[in-house]
């Protein structure tokens, strides 16, 4: 009986993310905020998840020459000219290049405000090209994009068997004790339903990238605010969950939908109230670009964190179109130019609003993309390059090891003697040493980490370092 009540109340706190506004079902205790790593001066942690396995290998290219000749053989076609470099140093490694479209990333590392995080992907532990070829202990379907999204997202080795919560969730749950007894939930999805923040104790807030709040209740047409597509989610959503409490004879579940749906129309209000009360400087950025928006919202909601109660926020937001398998060269710039405009408006208004140094945003991806090409585009790969970018970084350095780009038979090449896989690179730094480093700025502790990413203790760097 116990275990058919707490399946129904985990169906219930999967369903409510349906909500416009889903605020936490939470099970901490607000009181614990005093032992809890909890900065007085607020932190933000920002994931800008690049959908569809971004091509970080013409983002950020190796800037000497040998290392860039190199590159632009084993790239052909579809190497960045050196032209088309923004040169930048690391102290140790030497010279590099930001594609001239990524100007505003360039410029962040130079003033040590962004470092690079190469060669991540997923891992159970430390591989070598011989356990790839011998498949040793390797993440579950390699290259595919759904599985290889939710094992970034949830930090886990393989999908079937593991908890399917996301790392992003302990960071959340973590806020959610610092924030003390605040009717709203600490993390923020502005890009639809997140595994990054997916929790077994505690909702997350979904909310779209749009000027205003959508509210629950309030108005006469609530097609005037919502896509009646989503109107319609939301009312089969409402009818289950209704149904599923009627059927369960279970009290604490019908008290808990009722519980939840009252938070979620409060947070709506609330919500609406303050952003409307607030205004923030302007961000400016071309209307139609729906990362910018994203990022917008965030900016936001960071500008009246302390109105609503907060010491800690996590967001999740995405930008997709990345699965760039033809017309690479036609597709990567608009993309680019996309990227590069939100994270620069996003960086100028977090700068004039004084918070630069409580807010991290950090890039994330399916996989990097082969280094060679298919002939018209690349195909899906493993190991790529991340960002993390805020005042709190030790930027301007990159973190981890490059690969070799001297060609396809090398020990970081995934490609066999027959030349199946060839151009996949393997990581060197895993999702749960990236995501341990993030996690430790926010405060979380060892355990709630070990929890949350159960493959950290099978690498010995379990902090990259890359926070002052």
């Not at 017309?327 to 004039?352: H, K, M, S």
Request: charged letters at 15%.
């Amino acid at each position: 009986m116990r275990n058919s009540i707490n399946k129904s109340r985990r169906n219930l706190i999967k369903a409510l993310a349906c909500l416009p506004v889903a605020p936490g079902v939470s099970m901490l205790s607000s009181g614990s905020a005093q032992a809890m790593s909890c900065s007085p001066a607020g932190k933000s942690l920002v994931c800008i998840f690049l959908a569809g396995g971004a091509d970080s290998f013409n983002m950020f290219v190796p800037g000497s020459s040998q290392d860039l000749l190199d590159y632009q053989d084993v790239r052909g076609e579809l190497a960045v000219d050196e032209g088309d470099l923004i040169e930048v140093t690391d102290p140790t490694l030497g010279t590099f290049g930001f594609n001239q479209q990524l100007d505003s990333l360039a410029r962040l590392y130079q003033e040590n405000r962004l470092a690079v995080v190469s060669n991540t992907g997923t891992l159970i532990r430390p591989t070598t090209k011989s356990d790839f070829l011998a498949q040793i202990a390797l993440p579950e379907s390699l290259f595919a994009h759904n599985t290889q999204q939710k094992l970034w997202q949830t930090g886990a080795g393989i999908v079937s068997g593991s908890n399917a919560f996301g790392w992003g969730s302990a960071i959340s749950d973590h806020a959610a004790s610092c924030n003390g007894n605040v009717n709203l939930a600490p993390g923020f999805s502005i890009a639809g339903s997140s595994s990054w923040l997916d929790s077994e104790t505690s909702n997350y807030i979904t909310l779209n990238g749009s000027t205003n709040v959508e509210l629950m209740f309030g108005y006469a047409d609530y097609s005037e605010w919502i896509p009646q597509s989503r109107l319609n989610r939301i009312r089969g959503s409402l009818q289950a969950l209704i149904g599923e409490a009627e059927q369960s004879s279970n009290p604490q579940m019908v008290r808990e939908l009722a519980h939840s749906l009252d938070n979620a129309q409060n947070a709506t209000t609330t919500l609406h109230r303050i952003l409307r009360d607030t205004p923030l400087s302007q961000m400016e950025y071309d209307g139609l670009n729906r990362f910018a928006g994203q990022l917008h919202m965030v900016a936001r909601l960071i500008a009246v964190r302390e109105q609503l109660g907060m010491q800690q926020q996590v967001f999740f937001v995405q930008m997709g179109g990345w699965d760039t398998h033809a017309d690479q060269n036609q597709r990567l710039p608009a993309l680019f130019n996309t990227f590069n405009e939100g994270i620069n408006a996003f960086q100028n208004v977090i700068d004039d609003i004084g918070q630069s140094s409580t807010v991290t945003a950090f890039t994330a991806s399916d996989f990097g993309r082969t280094l060679t090409s298919n002939g018209n585009g690349t195909d899906h790969g493993w190991g790529g390059h991340n960002f993390v970018f805020g005042d709190a970084v030790a930027g301007g350095r990159v973190y981890g090891t490059m690969p070799s780009y001297t060609d396809t038979n090398n020990p970081d090449d995934a490609g066999d003697n027959n030349g199946a896989f060839a151009g996949r690179i393997i990581p060197t730094i895993s999702v749960s040493q990236y995501g341990a480093t993030l996690a430790r700025w926010m405060g979380v502790d060892e355990s709630r980490l070990a929890a949350a990413l159960p493959d950290l203790n099978n690498f010995s760097e379990q902090d990259l370092g890359f926070f002052l």
